[in-house]
């Protein structure tokens, strides 16, 4: 007897959308003594989204609200939206699977930039989409002219941009994303991950507009919030995009201390604020950090760096030399960011430590 | 412009799966005195559980380890299989839908009871696959030899067993599946949802074989463990399902605060067994308030207990009239169970309380 699988699953690749820090500890045997490869908060969470979670820890046997509804009408009523523009999931990961399949027919075309997020291509390749990759530029934005065009010709149903960006922390002005959206192809639909928006200056991202059928907006939780472990994000998209993906989402699938802790930090909006303020300083010193030894970087919009470490292959090399020191950080794996290495910003103390590591390791490379 | 929905999800129909109890709450305008209606554990956590999560808020701000592999290794352990008969994912729900996406071609058929679970229904509407039911027996047993049959005839992919069931509460011993399993058809996976396995008596189950091919079993922290709050289910089975579950499931589904919460609690085996001896007392209360009142109800092997109100019509009228009285409990919606009003076990506080609305309730049903 042997299990009958789906066409579309039978074909599907063997495939793990990220190695994790603590599997890598695992290979190593030895913990990670700085952690900044994922672009976590170093700066933790609000005192009040703390004690909101330690007083529901007495309700943890009760399921959530399938609905998310106190979450959604807070959402709304801060972002100028309606709730049925809301849609709540399992961090943006669980949103971007429930987009993906909510267009893709088997052969259908998805156009991303390569070496964009590794999971949204997890999820097409696990729907049976076709990805179609465009380059990012020389400079490290993507390129989003190509990308237009590339959804075009290849008549594709979904464009996915992360803005700001990661890997590469690169941002897209207001004018660029909305001349994009009008120059978007009929049945394509703008997935725009904004999981650093926080981290955008004021006013720079297009202003949000939940009857506009041509996107869907993505944020999260984990980043500004703190709030990684608690796989939280949520779409902003027109009503009738919320209501497809209320027929097909996981009902339960956000926990209940994840909610009351997310509704907790937006009553506290100056300590995500606070965040963004310390991780302006932090890139800072990662940027003098970068300069000291005479390499470059990429400006940043968000809680990381990436470092120009001049070839691919000492970009690799980095990553080996810092993780045998007890650093993790990341590489991303296509040109023309595969040159760099991707650090997230730490605590002051982090900072000081990973200098010290990095310069270490970047001698290493030096005299290799 | 228009989103272009995919075939399968453009033929879904407007649904959901559950009316929590917030949202009823939020319709009538006031919040329920008891909860008695989802099976939630009245018992809460362990004191273990707690303390870990509790000391699990400093690093909230670290995603979780998707390969979840501590716990799937404690698992292991307990449970006599290899760490690659296992997956975990949000809850029970969670994995259904993976369950159901892995072998759902268009059109294929899954077999379940009529009146079984909702939310796989769902998944399997949701996935493009055609249900056919299987009416319950008149004891209110699943009919598994009928649910044979229906797999055989229909071709099915999957064959769907609550076991103890919900809605019912009623339970099929070792023997039974053991010659169902013999009979399955080829091609059809039996679904083993083991949601209350905690609550069967000792050998009362098919022991585990994770070598077998030909089913999956489901277990969870939300009942005995009293996390339902958390979202944290498993599934046990052959290595080769497993597999192909890791190249489509969320991967970063689970909390960080859910895992160390499962594993501090299976560090407290004397709290979940005190939870299986306490529901036990609880259940006895429950069917001798429904004795008291010239009422049957259903031998239960879960957290609840079906009390027969001896019509449709009655049952339907008595989770109004508790509602009104702020009392939250379900019925379930299919005959021969549509007669049965499904009442979760509390503490012995809720069970005093509870038997002066339902009396109350009786009543007026009674004199109505």
Known sequence: MSVSYSKIVSQ?????????????????GAPFRLR???NESAFGISPKARAAMAAELDRVSWYCDPEHYELRARLAAELG?????????EGIDGLLGVIVRAVTDPGDTIVTSAGAYPTFNYHVTGY????????????????LPA????????????LYLANPDNPS??????AAIEAALDDLPEGCLFVLDEAYAEFAPPGALAPLDGADPRLIRLRTFSKAHGMAGLRLGYGIAAEALIATFQKIRLHFGVGRLSQVAALASLDDPDFAAGVVRRVAEGRRDTEALARNHDLAFIPSLTNFVAIDLESAENSLRMVELLEARGVFVRRPGVAPLDRYVRVSVGTPEHRAEFAQ?????LGALRNG
Do not use: I, Q
């Not at 599907?12 to 190593?28: C, I, K, N, S």
């Not at 939206?81 to 999931?89: E, I, K, P, S």
């Not at 990308?147 to 979904?158: E, I, V, Y």
């Open 128 to 143: 049976g989409g076709r990805l179609e990759f465009v380059p990012y530029r020389a400079d490290c934005h993507n390129d």
């Open 12 to 28: 599907v690749p063997a495939m793990t959308p990220f190695v994790g820090p603590e599997t890598l500890e695992r290979r190593r």
């Open 169 to 174: 922390g690169t941002f897209l002005g207001r």
């Open 81 to 89: 939206v309606a709730m049925d523009n809301l849609v709540v999931g």
């Open 357 to 361: 590591v990095f310069e270490d390791a």
């Open 147 to 158: 990308l237009l065009k590339a959804a075009r010709r290849s008549g594709a149903k979904l």
């Open 36 to 38: 900044m490869g994922a």
